[in-house]
C-alpha cells in the first residue's frame, strides 16, 4: 500500500536527473520566449535603443536555436510549444520565425545580403566577447575569431571610418605579432573588452543611421 500523500510536501515533476534537466531546458525556453517578447515590446515603444535592442535581440535568439536542440522531440515546433503553455507572444513569435533582430529586417535600403551580413557581424562581436569573458588569452585562440569580425566589418561601405574598426584591426596586428602560446595581459585583456564593447555599439548605431548598413 503507498503512502499516503501530504499535502505540505513539494510535488516533484521529476524523479531522475534526465527528466530534471528536460524541465530545466523547457523552463528555460520559456522565460526566452518571454524576455523576447518584452524586449520587442519594448523596441517598438522606443523604451530602449537600437544599439541597446539589437545585441540583447541577437543574444536571445542565439539562446533560443541552443535550447531547441537540447529540448529536441519534446518540442516539435515553437508554436506548438506555445499553444502547449498557453503562451501569447505575438511579438516574439514573429521574431523567432524571422531569426534576425527587427533592426536587421527593417534596415533601409539593405537587402537579402546585408541583412545576412549584419546578423554574421553581430554573432561575431558576441562570440569574441563571450571568449574574453571566458578568460580565452591565448592567440591560437582569440586571433580567429577576431580576424572572423573584422572581416565582417569589411562587407560594410564606409566601415574604414568606424573607429571601432580600426581599433580590431589594431588588436589584429597585435595578435598577428605574438606566438600561437602567447597570451595577452590581464590588462590588455581589459583594454580590448572596453573597445570591443564601443566597436559594438558603434556598429549598431550605423543600423538606425538613415542610410543604414551598406
Not at 517598438?44 to 535568439?61: H, I, N
Not at 574574453?132 to 560594410?156: M, S
Not at 580590431?168 to 605579432?177: A, C, E, F, P, R
Request: aromatic share 10%; with cysteine.
Amino acid at each position: 500500500m503507498s503512502a499516503p500523500l501530504s499535502l505540505d510536501e513539494e510535488a516533484r515533476l521529476y524523479t531522475t536527473n534526465a527528466e530534471r534537466e528536460k524541465y530545466e531546458s523547457l523552463a528555460t525556453l520559456y522565460g526566452i520566449v518571454v524576455a523576447l517578447d518584452y524586449l520587442e515590446r519594448a523596441y517598438v515603444r522606443d523604451s530602449v535603443t537600437a544599439a541597446e535592442y539589437s545585441p540583447a535581440c541577437t543574444r536571445l535568439l542565439s539562446q533560443y536555436k541552443t535550447m531547441l536542440k537540447l529540448v529536441g522531440d519534446d518540442v516539435p515546433s515553437i508554436e506548438q510549444f506555445m499553444s502547449r503553455y498557453r503562451m501569447d507572444h505575438p511579438a516574439a513569435l514573429h521574431r523567432l520565425e524571422v531569426g534576425v533582430p527587427a533592426t536587421v529586417e527593417h534596415s533601409s535600403e539593405a537587402g537579402p545580403e546585408t541583412g545576412k551580413w549584419v546578423a554574421e557581424t553581430t554573432q561575431s562581436f558576441i562570440t569574441f566577447m563571450d571568449a574574453l569573458k571566458l578568460r580565452l588569452r591565448a592567440k591560437d585562440q582569440l586571433h580567429p575569431i577576431l580576424q572572423e569580425l573584422v572581416t565582417g566589418y569589411a562587407r560594410f561601405k564606409g566601415s574604414k571610418d568606424w573607429e571601432g574598426r580600426s581599433k580590431m584591426v589594431g588588436w589584429l596586428i597585435t595578435l598577428n605579432g605574438m606566438k600561437a602560446s602567447d597570451e595577452i595581459t590581464e590588462e590588455q585583456s581589459r583594454q580590448l573588452m572596453f573597445d570591443v564593447d564601443h566597436a559594438y555599439a558603434e556598429f549598431f548605431r550605423s543600423l538606425s543611421s538613415k542610410d543604414g548598413p551598406q
